[in-house]
């Protein structure tokens, strides 16, 4: 079927230009000063004197294209599958970019994601799963603004943690929670705009475009500040596994795509979930600290020093 090919097609080019996008503007925000998010305008005026996070940014603003491609052609919950397979190329350009190391724990605990979101993927059947095309705009507000609100507050509350002097390092958890919560929203408003398209007064009068420039102007600001104090290869893992599973089970309800009516299916698509929920849980919230160095003994003077 050409349609599933191009929707997959798609989500792959989606995945790759996430992926070099985000390890782009990790590279470039490490050469940069401090950013805050209390400072909005400082920071943009900074992140866009870098060619390099301007490359960056122009990456994930492809992937969104991509993205709507996908979403004309998939379930949502299809495309999130596909989706989740982007980490892997994300975890090795950190890697050989970035130079970043994840620990045991941490690799566990992303093959653990991987398990839980393949679960999902693995509750879905091509011939009983149906592309919706469009929301009540009361529902779709109903779903977006408290998770909008939620992702807000969560960010505020990591921030207010890490203002604490003494307080150990964060891995990023926190930060990817909330800023996957308004990707999440953006997710599902960018699922909206492609079944409203090319209708284009159909698509102001809808919220789609209103909740796309709310989750771009926050996103943007608190996803660059945490960036450049987190590691990519964990920040931005948490951050597509609450994406995609917020915009998994939320967007397959609010579009109408059918939830699975046999067992099986059923249980695999709620435990997945529910793994992948526990997982983010036990993740570790603070980087380990360097093992303190012995100190150096003084060296014993011989009979002809001073």
Known sequence: MPAVVWGVGAALLANTLYSVGFVLEKRALTRLPEVSVRRPAHLLRQVVTS?????????????????LAVYR?????????????????????SARLLGERTSSRERYAIAAI???LLMVVLSLREDADSVGRDSPAALILTVCVPSLLAGLYLYAAAERRARHRHRQPTTGVEYGVAVGLLYGVSSLAIKGVSGVLPDIPALFRSPYPYLLLCTG????????????RCRASLIVPV?????????????TLA???????????????????????????????HDTPPPPQPAQEPRELLPHEP
């Open 114 to 116: 991987l398990a839980a």
């Open 239 to 251: 951050c597509t596994t609450v994406t995609c599973l917020f915009t998994a089970v939320l967007g």
């Open 73 to 93: 052609t998939l379930p949502i919950a299809a495309a999130q599958g596909i989706f989740v397979s982007g980490l892997v190329l994300l975890l090795l350009l």
């Open 51 to 67: 060619p390099l996070w301007l490359a960056g940014s122009i990456a994930l603003a492809s992937g969104f294209g991509a993205q």
């Open 255 to 285: 579009f109408g795509e059918s939830l699975p009516h046999e067992p099986l299916r059923l249980a695999l698509r709620v435990a997945g979930t529910a793994l992948a929920v526990a997982v983010l849980l036990l993740m570790p919230k």
């Open 217 to 228: 102007a926050f996103g943007l600001v608190m996803s660059q500040a945490a960036l450049q």
